[in-house]
């Protein structure tokens, strides 16, 4: 889960031969260049790779490991047999069912349900690209002709694609989905089958909160305590309390926690991603985060990721300007493609009370499985959208009602009330 705000940001200097850098600092020219290995950059330098082996791909990360510590997870109806082939092998844990539990009703929902571990992207990438990647490289700044790192060297490149995560959010208005996770060993078998998407019977605070268990084996499993929030603050020893105090409850002594994973996502509510996309700098092409390529109200990145990553491969024109256009019509297409979502993000942070908000993702998976899947992949029909707004939705109807169009609630609506707070 790409979460940091990268150190460049719009208006940064040019990429220019300093003076004083000695020759051998400034790389043979690369077709592409791409600034950030985390899941998006990881699996469009990849994908490159893989379908045209010709060329030369740089990977500039400034971890030292591609992927950083984190999980990436999707269900099996996401992205289609295509795509489902080539990302295979990155697929480090796969079940043929998810559950949902709410007060009021639990469910077990035959889809299947994969994810990806950071150390299984990095040790299938990092070895196609070889030499030609970077890591524990700092980035000083970029443009469209390459990437200077903080120790001199400069990436030189034909087309530069920027995909270091999150950056400045002042274009869009978002709410906030926040999680810390600990991968634990029991001492016992956990007696768990399958993945627990959301279990909301728990105690509900700082918004829309729920416990995602993930078994691993049967004696480890991910446990996330995740909050749909109005802020991004994590209180990072009250939720590891909170973890170990779920696992009590479940009977499972923890042995010893292996790792622990914590991040902050955007979940889209508005926002004009024409200035957003504008702010990134000129000639660069846009990914992951960064160009508002996730689910706006799942915050899930990798279908996304995925699919930027193919349409990149499958472009007969990579340079510089062919991928910046390529890239950023593309992250317009998309943004301007999930109006609806956006609109139920609205419903949930706006229209429905904190304390209440799970009652509004109880009511959602009351509704049919082939409803629910589409809407994971974003690709909700009409009656799809027309199913999940009829009857009567557990929020504010004059609320929900100020909600429906997007530059309307936030001019008249979340604007005054965040000026207000």
């Not at 790389?27 to 899941?39: K, M």
């Not at 609109?343 to 499985?369: D, M």
Request: net charge negative.
């Amino acid at each position: 889960m790409e979460s940091d705000v990268p150190a460049a940001a719009a208006g940064a200097k040019p990429v220019t031969r300093p003076n004083g850098v000695d020759s051998a600092r400034l790389s043979n020219r690369y077709d592409v260049a791409i600034a950030g290995g985390g899941l998006s950059g990881s699996l469009i330098a990849w994908r490159l790779k893989t379908l045209r082996p010709d060329l030369r791909v740089a990977l500039v990360e400034r971890g030292e490991t591609l992927g950083g510590n984190h999980t990436w997870s999707f269900h099996e109806t996401d992205l289609g047999p295509a795509a489902d082939a080539w990302i295979d092998p990155l697929v480090a844990h796969r079940w043929d069912r998810q559950e949902v539990r709410f007060p009021a009703h639990s469910r077990l929902l035959r889809t299947g349900y994969r994810s990806i571990v950071s150390e299984r992207l990095h040790d299938t990438v990092a070895p196609a690209l070889g030499a030609d990647l970077r890591l524990d490289a700092e980035i000083e700044r970029l443009d469209a002709d390459g990437i200077a790192l903080a120790d001199g060297e400069i990436v030189a490149a034909k087309a530069v694609i920027d995909a270091r995560g999150q950056r400045d959010n002042s274009a869009l208005t978002v709410g906030f989905q926040k999680f810390l996770g600990q991968e634990i060993e029991f001492d016992a078998p956990h007696g768990l089958r399958d993945p627990i998407i959301m279990d909301a019977t728990i105690s509900q605070s700082d918004g829309y909160r729920f416990i995602y268990v993930l078994p691993f084996s049967e004696t480890t499993a991910l446990i996330e305590d995740t909050y749909y929030a109005d802020g991004s603050a994590i209180d990072h020893d009250g939720v590891r309390a909170e973890i170990a105090s779920y696992a009590a409850s479940r009977g499972w002594r923890i042995a010893r926690v292996l790792r622990e994973e914590h991040g902050v996502l955007p979940i889209a509510l508005a926002g004009d991603i024409d200035a957003h996309l504008d702010a990134a700098p000129a000639g660069v092409g846009v990914a992951g985060l960064g160009a508002g390529l996730f689910h706006p109200l799942t915050g899930y990145s990798l279908p996304d990721a995925v699919r930027l990553a193919d349409k990149i491969a499958h472009t007969d024109d990579l340079s510089g300007p062919a991928l910046s256009s390529l890239t950023r019509d593309h992250a317009r297409t998309v943004w301007r493609e999930r109006e609806f979502f956006r609109l139920l993000s609205r419903f949930l942070y706006y229209a429905a009370k904190p304390e209440t908000r799970y009652k509004v993702l109880g009511r959602f998976y009351r509704l049919g499985e082939p409803l629910i899947e589409r809407f994971y992949a974003a690709n909700s029909t009409k009656q799809d959208k027309m199913r999940v707004l009829v009857g009567k939705p557990p929020v504010s109807f004059f609320k929900a009602a100020e909600c429906v169009d997007e530059q309307s609630w936030l001019e008249r609506c979340w604007r005054p009330r965040q000026a207000a707070e």
